[in-house]
């Protein structure tokens, strides 16, 4: 609900003529191109490299000409997520994402089995190349897993707590 200035002598859900006009101004107010946002990895891979993507779960791979790997990422659409970066639309993306873009020379791709495999294919490629435009320092936290999970890892029967353990006593 909108309430105005009562001193304006307005009722409920009522604007002054100056207010209508912002309010209009702040949902048009986009920044008019004079020409279009840059599309460098169209520019360089081609429209039919999108084309060809699969739609699966997996991790892909940006690198650069002369660094190898510049970032490491994952996606449940290869196709969705890799197509979201054919325009580098200041917009849309930081100023990291974009050099990023202006820097990629070629994507490679693995297609995993599901989410799981991918966030932990990711994991382990991360930690091994250590990409420079993947967050530096960044805590990797493991894959949500169930106590039934953890406990036949550990080699316990379900329900049972590792010994030591605090928490020894097992709540529901």
């Excluded at 699966?56 to 890799?82: D, Q, T």
């Excluded at 967050?135 to 999970?149: D, F, H, Q, T």
Aim: aromatic share 8%; glycine share 8%; charged share 30%.
């Amino acid at each position: 609900m909108k309430w105005k200035r009562s001193f304006a002598g307005l009722k409920r859900g009522q604007e002054t003529e100056v207010e209508s006009k912002v309010a209009r101004s702040n949902r048009t107010a986009r920044q008019q191109w004079l020409l279009p946002p840059p599309t460098p990895l169209v520019d360089r891979l081609g429209t039919g490299f999108f084309r060809k993507l699969p739609v699966k779960p997996g991790v892909y791979l940006m690198c650069g000409p002369e660094e190898g790997v510049l970032y490491v990422g994952k996606a449940l659409n290869l196709r969705r997520r890799l197509g979201s970066y054919r325009v580098a639309n200041p917009e849309r993306f930081s100023r990291r994402i974009i050099r990023l873009l202006h820097q990629v020379t070629r994507i490679e791709y693995d297609v995993c089995a599901d989410e799981r495999s991918a966030c932990l294919r990711e994991e382990a490629l991360i930690a091994l190349l250590a990409p420079r435009f993947n967050r530096a320092g960044k805590v990797w936290i493991p894959w949500p897993r169930s106590r039934l999970e953890r406990q036949l890892e550990l080699g316990l029967e379900p329900g049972e707590a590792p010994r030591g353990d605090p928490r020894s006593k097992v709540r529901g």
